[in-house]
Structures are given as structure tokens and as C-alpha cells.
């Protein structure tokens, strides 16, 4: 009777020691939905503009709702036609895109604010810092 061969197992190479990796929490980055966005940026509605008009220019309600409708009737009839806005302190409004789209008109515009005019008064209503 032969006796079996057994073999050794061949040498190996020793494994390089582990080094220990900060665990790191992966960041995840949600799309951004318009819907979303919208929902939580507070809206100026005209109720409210028209309010704050007749308490800045000390008038009625009833004459500021007519100035304050009269007023966005013909910045949207500018920007339906196509015209750039350059109202001081609003700011430069430039018209991106424009198209029909269903019984609506989509108007995507860049608006510019920049630093104070020389005809902004709010620089004149604050008090001086030793007041």
C-alpha cells in the first residue's frame, strides 16, 4: 500500500495590513421640483400689493387696487410685445424666451437688480446709526 501524498499548500503572499477608512455618509442630493420650490417661496399676491401701496402712498384702497392694476396691465402688455423693462427700483427685466403655449402666454425673462439709484429714497427714511 502507498501511502497518499499530501501536499502542502504553496506559500502566499501576506496579505497587506487593512487600514481603516472613515466611514463617510454618502450625500444625497434630492432633484430639485419646481412644484417644491414654489411651495415654499413666499408670494406677494396683488391683495396684498395693493395694500401696501395705499399704505405707502397714504391713499384709499379703492385708488391704489385702480393704480396697482393699471400699472401691471401695462408691464404685461410691454412684455407681450416684446419690450425690455427698465423700471428703477425694480430693476432691468430682459425677455429670454417667449411662446404660446396653450390659451397662455410663457415669458421667461432675466431681471436685474442693481445697487441704489440716485432717485431710490429708502436711503433717505432710515435714521443715522448715532440716532
Known amino acids: 500500500m502507498t501511502k497518499p501524498v499530501t501536499r502542502k499548500p504553496a506559500a502566499t503572499a501576506k496579505a497587506p ?20 420650490s414654489e411651495a415654499d417661496t413666499p408670494e406677494l399676491r396683488k391683495k396684498a400689493l395693493v395694500e401696501l401701496v395705499a399704505e405707502k402712498a397714504d391713499v384709499k384702497k379703492k385708488v391704489a387696487r385702480d393704480v396697482v392694476e393699471v400699472v401691471l396691465a401695462e408691464i404685461g402688455a410691454a412684455l407681450s410685445r416684446g419690450e425690455s423693462l427698465n423700471l428703477p427700483p425694480l430693476g432691468k427685466a430682459k425677455i429670454n424666451r417667449q411662446k404660446e403655449q396653450g390659451n397662455a402666454e410663457v415669458i421667461v425673462l432675466r431681471l436685474r437688480r442693481g445697487g441704489k439709484s440716485s432717485g431710490d429714497t429708502a436711503e433717505t427714511d432710515l435714521a443715522e446709526p448715532n440716532d
Not at 495590513?17 to 442630493?29: D, F, N, Q, S, Y
Open 17 to 36: 495590513a487593512k487600514t481603516a477608512i472613515p466611514a463617510v455618509e454618502p450625500v444625497v442630493r434630492q432633484p430639485q421640483d419646481a412644484a417644491d
